[in-house]
């Protein structure tokens, strides 16, 4: 038997006779069994799809009889991990209840009789082609990809580069349909959404379609939205409000995760995207709570991997998708809001690699601010553990590989449109805080590795402890004397402190050593602007062009260097130049906004600000200068809320709070 989702369109069937009826007759096929089977495993138990076998039939179901018996019996099909949870349910629940599972397995004891042919209900039917109407776009592999006849099962990224013509305007989507021509050698997939480049980069390295990993790269969950496939799952149409962004500079990414079938065979995907009529209005965004620091030594049974995060805002929980490798046993997620009140977000009291999913709620669970939602995840490394994929067992730490271990909970939440920058960033700073605790444990076990140096540097950085960021990277390059990243980087920590003369002077150290670090020749130019030497600035940002044609940071420093000499209409075109190279790139964004705005083109100044927001929620100065143009514009309602907002992310800022009090103060 395999997944059914429980929700098949075509037919509904009512709940068989409970092992409490007053008929003490055996159960019958016609009239106790086919409702099962129809409702809870036709969707995989039928030709064609993913399942070994057919149950649609009396003579398929009776030989399967005793089988079908053991695994409802002990819960292992249909394939359903979550406990239910009467007080949030999940939608497509494909759990038996105790009297259907009596019933297989009463009608297994009595020979499995067939019954009267009058009783069966009609054959479920399932709609030819796409399962909701002709798509707006289909996108598909490049290439099929050729999986191997035997060996470990494989996880493999697909690239299909951008589906949407160069020029083509923005499109959001609200529903996508999976089309699998191969459903025996596919386990399960995930789409994600690359707008970097990376993803091509990678797939480049690769003479085979794809690039291998469990991790998708630079590649995104696209807009919060978990977007997968699994055997017996069943296309939604979407939500009203909610989609996700694809534009001409949109990669999809495809990671399937293939298993060999012991013949030759192929996989080629499509997908069928449904687009919204409108772009999304409400802000639904993906939170993950996890541990990188997981060691679970050889033989332990109950190694316990907790995280924490109290949400800063009101938001509600739409869905949550948990994921461990072999070694997880138990796992709980749960919120306890601000009167004590606990609520269960899902346990899965017997986990297993081989039928992870997403789970969706009939109804969002509303979590107030100051909820704190906690992850308890246990792992058995013993000889015990039969999914244990080591004999004997031996130590196992965080990894992406399949052989090492991982403790996520990726959360779908939906806070208010102006939470959402609050959300957005105090998120970003658990994330931050994880990341540093990660790596300075790793420092501590090597404390002359480098690259935790790095790490650590990078982080300081960030945290604008600058001091310890060039200490960092001072010791870098102890290590690795004569190389010329470690003083780049140890320049570009100079500059980001403000000293710009020994920014340049170590930077031009690490160009003598190499000269092809291009990036290393634009913070050069930077720390020249800086340092008032705008024609060696212009002669070294000129060069670092030549030599790396469309590197939007260069355009960047140009625009840097031409705002320093007061040439405002050369910034302006090196700010397009650089967004014509990313999109995305936000700094050009507000820069742009900014001239724009001083030169009375307020709206082409807000639509930019909106832009550079909808990349970061977060970026207070996007907040700040949104809110002045409004205000120039005489939206003052709107004005004030972006300046609130820019106070609140940066409540330190004089000028911001000075100009919020300024509007908020002004005669409506």
């Known amino acids: 038997m395999c997944a059914a989702c429980g929700e098949n369109d075509a037919v509904r069937w009512s709940s068989p006779r409970s092992a409490a009826s007053a008929e003490d007759d055996a159960p019958t096929f016609t009239r106790d069994i086919a409702p099962i089977l129809f409702q809870n495993c036709s969707v995989c138990h039928r030709p064609g799809e993913a399942a070994p076998f057919s149950l649609l039939t009396f003579d398929d179901a009776k030989k399967r009889a005793k089988q079908i018996a053991i695994v409802t019996g002990s819960r292992y099909m249909p394939p359903w991990l979550p406990e239910a949870q009467p007080a949030a349910p999940f939608l497509g629940d494909r759990t038996l209840s105790s009297d259907e599972i009596d019933t297989l397995a009463r009608w297994a004891e009595a020979g499995a009789p067939e019954g009267d042919p009058k009783d069966l209900p009609p054959t479920p039917r399932w709609t030819a082609g796409w399962q909701l109407g002709e798509p707006d776009l289909v996108a598909t592999m490049p290439r099929a990809f050729d999986v191997p006849l035997e060996g470990r099962d494989i996880y493999r990224n697909f690239l299909i580069p951008a589906p949407l013509a160069p020029g083509s305007k923005t499109r959001y989507v609200r529903a996508v349909e999976w089309r699998v021509d191969n459903r025996v050698v596919l386990h399960h997939a995930a789409l994600f959404v690359d707008r970097s480049g990376a993803s091509r980069e990678l797939e480049a390295t690769d003479p085979a379609p794809g690039f291998p990993g469990m991790g998708p790269g630079n590649a995104l969950v696209p807009d919060g939205q978990f977007v997968g496939w699994a055997p017996g799952k069943v296309t939604r149409a979407g939500e009203e409000g909610i989609a996700w ?37 409400r802000s639904v965004v993906s939170i993950r709570l996890m541990s990188n620091t997981i060691d679970i030594p050889a033989g332990q049974r109950d190694y316990r991997v907790v995280d924490r995060y109290v949400v800063p805002v009101d938001l509600s929980v739409h869905g949550i998708y948990p994921h461990a490798h072999y070694l997880a046993r138990d796992m709980r997620g749960t919120a306890t809001l601000p009167n004590g009140s606990t609520r269960t977000l899902f346990h899965i009291p017997s986990w297993d690699f081989n039928w992870q999913d997403e789970y969706a709620y009939v109804e969002p669970i509303a979590l107030p601010q100051g909820s704190e939602i906690v992850m308890e995840y246990v792992y058995d490394n013993s000889a015990d553990n039969v999914l244990n994929p080591n004999s004997p067992p031996k130590r196992v730490v965080f990894g992406e590989q399949s052989d090492d271990e991982m403790a996520e909970l990726l959360l779908q939440v939906e806070p208010s449109t102006d939470d959402l920058p609050l959300l957005w960033r105090d998120f970003a700073w658990k994330t931050h805080r994880d990341q540093v605790a990660r790596f300075e444990r790793l420092a501590l076990e090597e404390p002359d590795a480098p690259r935790w140096h790095g790490q650590l540097g990078n982080f300081a950085l960030r945290d604008g402890r600058f001091d310890e960021a060039i200490r960092r990277f001072q010791r870098v390059a102890e290590i ?73 940071e260069t355009y960047d420093a140009l625009a840097e260097l031409s705002l320093a000499t007061g040439d405002d209409g050369a910034a302006s075109g090196h700010y397009a130049a650089a967004l014509e190279a990313n999109p995305d790139d936000v700094h050009a964004l507000v820069g742009l906004g900014r001239l724009r705005a001083e030169g009375a083109d307020r709206r082409g100044a807000i639509e930019l600000f909106r832009r550079a927001l909808a990349v970061y929620p977060d970026e207070s100065a996007a907040h700040f200068e949104l ?42």
């Open 480 to 552: 690795r004397a004569g190389k010329a990243k470690p003083l780049a980087n140890l320049g570009h920590a100079y500059l980001l402190s403000g000293d710009a003369r020994s920014a340049a002077d170590t930077l031009r150290r690490a160009l003598a050593i190499d000269a092809r670090l291009v990036a290393a020749r634009v913070e050069l130019g930077r720390a020249l602007t800086l340092l008032e030497d705008y024609d060696e600035a212009s002669a070294e940002l000129s060069r670092a062009l030549a030599e790396l044609p469309g590197m939007h």
């Open 245 to 281: 962004t694809l534009d001409d500079q949109t990669d999809i990414v495809l990671q399937l995760h293939l298993r060999p079938s012991g013949k030759p065979e192929s996989i080629r995907v499509s997908l069928g995207l449904h687009f919204a009529d409108a772009p999304p209005t």
């Open 627 to 668: 809110g002045r143009a409004l205000d120039a514009e005489g939206l003052r309602d709107d004005a004030e809320r972006h300046l609130a907002i820019a106070v609140q992310l940066a409540p330190r800022n004089a000028e911001y709070a000075r100009e919020f009090e300024r509007v908020r103060t002004l005669p409506r």
